[in-house]
């Protein structure tokens, strides 16, 4: 379901609406997550016939101004998942976006049955997330959904003709795309809901982190690491997992004997970044698993780990390079305060953005930006002025922040486009200082937090999958 021009924060932008500042509390933490349950399947399940279905493949029509040489091609099914299909048209559409993405990545293709095997697996997982999501109530209405696209053309730097244009131009169907980032939206709701809400960090568990990891943490080295997995089932039995662990060894051997990363992970990988090659990007230790670190501890760029050993599977990892070093509790801080004008029903973006012209016209002309403020920001920092305090980096989302760090002090922004509106910034001051120790356990509840949910939804996902019926269909001819 992925787009080569998907933005994630756009994305993001869709599914919460956090404030920029730090007034306003994460969500309280809900309660375990419960597995998610599946119709049980059939003995001999039939394609679904119900019309409504998108994924339903459309028959095709007969007409009399059809000419008797001509060949209409018969889409097929290629699996079902529950009681929904997905069909040879879907997979082919999903298969060429994925070569795509795959050739912009300089990664080289595996056989073409694999990639085929692999973009179907993808499909099967999202349609089995799709369901859940539905099933249980999550809806993404069409102005969030249009909202979404015109922030994914904007963040492209495009006008909606324009992106719709590109999109073209790279053979992307506008509608499907459309109903493909409603499922994007969908999907990160039920993520969401399912697990990033219901993790919970006690100040134990900061106070056990800080004590084991405290060196890891304030370490500021960045490591560039490739991944596989190779996903072991809930209740596999020890022939299969045995399988298992020959095929993730029989990726280190071609790895070892110098085939491409790429390449490997897109034939062997079951993690959610197979089809990127398998990237993990720069991280420093403390955002990597235990498992990890330990074995990045041993290891040299260009080197491959041997097979590693999680709840979830077994892992190949390989250390591309390192970067950064010295401690990183040492940070710049700015002093930074805003205006912000929040967009909705009433007040259109094209407004918003006039407003703060106005406003940012009486600033230069002498007018006071913190009476301005507080009398017109939506922000719970109006009453202060609109001052934000000394913000570290990451406080604030990507766009406000790259603005920000633009800014000389005592400058004032252009009106600044983020999900939660446009904004006037100006910065006050400055510095360089050590993090305090409040600063240290809010880093040390970010990264545990961080871990804990990419490993919760990794086992939901495992959980969601073992119970989701699926019959294949590819080799049906």
């Avoid at 969500?27 to 339903?56: D, F, L």
């Amino acid at each position: 379901m992925r787009t080569p021009i998907l933005l994630a924060a756009a994305i993001a932008a869709a599914i919460a609406m956090p404030a920029v500042s730090q007034d306003n509390p994460a969500p309280k933490p809900a309660a375990t997550p419960a597995a998610p349950a599946s119709p049980a399947p059939s003995a001999s399940p039939a394609a679904p016939a119900s019309p409504a279905s998108p994924s339903s493949p459309a028959p095709a029509a007969k007409t009399a101004a059809a000419k008797p040489s001509q060949v209409v091609p018969i889409d097929r099914i290629v699996a079902i998942v529950n009681t929904e299909v997905i069909t040879r048209r879907e997979l082919d559409d999903r298969i060429r976006i994925a070569t795509q993405q795959l050739h912009k990545q300089n990664v080289q293709l595996p056989e073409p049955a694999v990639l085929e095997r692999q973009v179907l697996e993808r499909m099967i997982l999202d349609r089995a997330q799709l369901q859940f999501a539905r099933d249980t109530g999550i809806r993404v209405d069409d102005l969030t959904l249009d909202r979404t696209i015109e922030r994914i053309a904007e963040n492209n730097h495009l006008s909606l003709p324009e992106f719709r244009q590109v999109l073209a131009r790279d053979g992307i169907d506008f509608d499907r795309f459309r109903e493909d980032i409603r499922g994007e939206i969908t999907i990160s709701r039920l993520r969401e809901r399912e697990v990033d809400n219901k993790v919970q960090v006690s100040e134990s568990d900061v106070d056990d982190f800080l004590e084991s990891q405290k060196a890891t943490l304030t370490d500021a080295t960045e490591y560039q690491v490739r991944h596989i997995l190779i996903r072991v089932p809930e209740q596999a039995t020890p022939d299969q997992i045995d399988r298992l662990r020959l095929r993730a060894a029989e990726a280190v051997r071609q790895l070892r004997e110098g085939a491409d990363f790429g390449r490997v992970a897109v034939s062997f990988s079951d993690a959610p970044d197979a089809l990127q090659g398998g990237n993990l990007g720069w991280r420093n230790a403390a955002r990597l698993p235990d498992l990890f670190t330990a074995a990045l501890s041993h290891m040299k760029p260009g080197d491959i780990s041997d097979v590693l050993r999680s709840p979830a599977g077994f892992h190949v990892i390989k250390l591309e390079g390192t970067r950064g070093g010295s401690s990183a509790m040492v940070v710049d801080q700015t002093h930074v305060r805003h205006i912000l004008i929040r967009t909705n029903d009433q007040v259109s973006e094209a407004e918003a953005v006039r407003k703060l012209q106005i406003l940012r016209a009486r600033i230069k002309d002498g007018a006071d930006f913190g009476e301005l403020a507080r009398l017109n920001s939506d922000d719970g920092s109006a009453s202060r002025g609109g001052d934000l305090g000394w913000v570290y980096p990451g406080d604030t989302v990507p766009e406000f922040e790259h603005a920000m760090n633009a800014l000389a002090v005592g400058q004032i922004s252009q009106p600044v486009r983020t999900q939660f509106g446009v904004h006037l910034i100006q910065v006050l001051a400055r510095r360089r200082a050590d993090a305090s120790a409040d600063r240290l356990r809010l880093e040390a509840r970010r990264v545990l937090r961080e871990r804990r949910v990419d490993e919760a939804y990794q086992e939901w996902l495992r959980q969601l999958r073992d119970r989701t019926y699926v019959e294949y269909r590819l080799d049906d001819r």
